[in-house]
């Protein structure tokens, strides 16, 4: 069956940076985009942008062009979400998505806190 | 980028009502408009797609609608298991987008 399992929770300090892993399996990675979305604490869903697994070329949202970096590891059907120089307001659960959104990951809860 | 306006933003019905959430627009989506439920603490599970396709497995009492700028989803008889917070979102643009959410609770 198709899943999408995402690394484990989070936790760092302001100026951190870090990596976030989205596993597909059950299909052909690169015959759909990966998305990426986020949600701060009681919040609604933001989308922060997309990247094409054929290509490896990332789109971003406008508030996520600046230390955000979308990357691919095909032959082990990974997507990454990077985020440098963390900030307390990147407190979020951050959501890969299968472009198409049928598909989502589990989330990852990531806290920046000093 | 396009802006989606959801409302109402909570909305409390009873067991049976027919509930309608509505969501619009800045511009002209063409119908690239999907509908998401989230319950709390899961991620969220796609409903409708492109505006009135019913996703496989999604019980037939949601429904979709709209064209242009104007949108709706309608559950036609409510259940307690619909307890939720529902999203409209756009494909239209090389920039997707979500509205803010409807929570939905029971009266």
């Known amino acids: 069956q198709i899943q999408l399992v995402q690394s484990g929770p989070e936790l760092k300090k302001p100026g951190e940076s870090l990596k976030i892993s989205c596993k597909a399996s059950?299909?052909?990675?690169?015959?759909?985009?990966m998305q990426w979305v986020k949600q701060a604490p009681g919040k609604g869903l933001q989308y922060m942008g997309w990247?094409?697994?054929?290509?490896?070329?990332?789109t971003y949202a406008d508030d996520f062009k600046e230390r955000f970096v979308f990357s691919l590891e095909t032959s082990a059907s990974t997507a990454y979400l990077q985020i440098n120089n963390l900030k307390n307001e990147d407190t979020a659960t951050y959501f890969c998505?299968?472009?198409?959104?049928?598909?989502w990951g589990q989330g990852v809860m990531v806290t920046v806190s000093s | 980028d396009i802006q989606m306006t959801q409302s109402p933003p909570v909305l409390s019905a009873s067991v049976g009502d027919r509930v309608t959430l509505s969501c619009k627009a800045s511009?002209?989506?063409?119908?690239?408009l999907d509908w998401y439920q989230q319950k709390h603490g899961e991620a969220p599970k796609l409903l409708i797609y492109?505006?009135?396709n019913l996703q496989t497995g999604i019980p037939s009492r949601f429904s979709g609608s709209g064209s242009g700028t104007d949108y709706t989803l309608t559950i036609s008889s409510l259940q307690p298991e619909d307890v939720a917070t529902y999203y409209c979102?756009?494909?239209?643009?090389?920039?997707?987008?979500f509205g803010a959410g409807t929570k939905l609770e029971l009266k």
């Open positions: 990247i094409n697994t054929q290509t490896g070329k990332p």
């Open positions: 511009q002209n989506i063409n119908k690239n």
């Open positions: 979102y756009q494909y239209n643009s090389e920039m997707y987008t």
């Open positions: 998505a299968r472009k198409g959104g049928s598909y």
């Open positions: 059950g299909y052909t990675f690169t015959d759909y985009a």
């Open positions: 492109y505006t009135n």
